[in-house]
């Protein structure tokens, strides 16, 4: 079986096709035919080594990969009342060693799988678990009430624009930043007001919301640049770890999607949101495995809009 993988860290040409042996479902979980597997930044952790303290004790190869979309091809003992041979399927992977969405076929809980969209193709349903979880865990964690106001940096990435759409949904007001070139795909996704994008961010989001607003979702990482814009007592979500220090009574959330690991309840209630026009799954573009490391550079390049996606 074929993966896609490291030896030893490094640039985007160090990911090669690798042999892996065949894995086979046991009680409780179903193997997937990977057909897609969306890039994240994660993966790119994975490769150059940034991420290497996960790995500590694992030997090689290290098979990136948080997103898989495909069709089941196994069922396990006890898992048959969810799934059947031939059910086109989407799954968070949490990397570990070989386990990783850049594989052929992989074997998860069944608990972690959910049924993909209705209509989406492999490729599109592979844009969804990771960053979707993730969107939902960080609007869970500041639980707004309809009618409050959020805040989105990194609108126009991936959890950024999944932020938008299910802050939306739950009837809440949405500002969010852009650069001139992605303020229309903002718009589109559903944000009410646009500010542009930079390190004065907190100051512009003021400008609109002079009290501040009840919560901001972090995609872009601007940590500490972005809290003035938060009202005293609102709260905080970052992607990447921030905790600040608790100024002004701001409650400050560390979104770690593991903690949603084996959620297929709330993968399925994604699912049901696309279906239902609610959220939109983003295609940037397909790679064949032999051209993974393009797909890399591609991420790393900056400006991509939508995910990019191994085709496996």
Avoid: W
């Amino acid at each position: 079986m074929r993966g896609i993988g490291v030896f030893e860290f490094g640039g985007p040409e160090v990911l090669k096709i690798v042999d892996l042996p065949e894995v086979h479902a046991g009680a409780g979980e179903v193997r997937i035919r990977v057909h897609g597997a969306a890039v994240n930044p994660t993966d790119t952790g994975i490769r150059d080594g940034s991420r290497a303290a996960m790995l500590a004790n694992i030997p090689p190869p290290y098979i990136p990969g948080m997103d898989a979309a495909g069709v089941i091809d196994e069922v396990g003992a006890g898992a048959a009342d969810r799934f059947k041979v031939g059910d086109a399927v989407m799954a968070m992977v949490i990397p570990s060693g070989a386990h990783g969405a850049y594989r052929e076929s992989i074997v998860l809980a069944a608990d972690a799988v959910a049924a993909a969209p209705k209509g989406a193709s492999h490729f599109e349903a592979a844009t969804l678990p990771m960053n979707g979880l993730t969107a939902r865990l960080s609007l869970d964690q500041l639980a707004l009430q309809p009618g409050q106001t959020l805040a989105v940096t990194g609108a126009a990435g991936c959890y950024g624009g999944y932020v938008v759409q299910l802050a939306k949904a739950a009837g809440l007001r949405v500002i969010a930043d852009a650069s001139s070139a992605d303020e229309q795909l903002v718009r589109d996704l559903g944000a009410d007001i646009v500010v542009p994008r930079g390190d004065n961010i907190a100051a512009t989001i003021r400008g609109v919301a002079p009290d501040g607003v009840d919560g901001l979702a972090d995609g872009a990482v601007q940590n500490e640049l972005a809290v003035g814009a938060v009202r005293d007592g609102g709260g905080f979500a970052s992607v990447r770890g921030f905790k600040g220090t608790g100024e002004r009574g701001i409650a400050f959330h560390v979104t770690m999607v593991r903690d949603y690991d084996h959620r297929a309840d709330l993968l399925d209630q994604l699912r049901e949101q696309v279906e239902a026009g609610l959220v939109t799954l983003r295609v940037a573009a397909s790679y064949p495995p032999e051209q993974a490391a393009a797909a890399h550079a591609r991420l790393e390049a900056g400006g991509t809009r939508g995910r990019c996606v191994i085709a496996l």
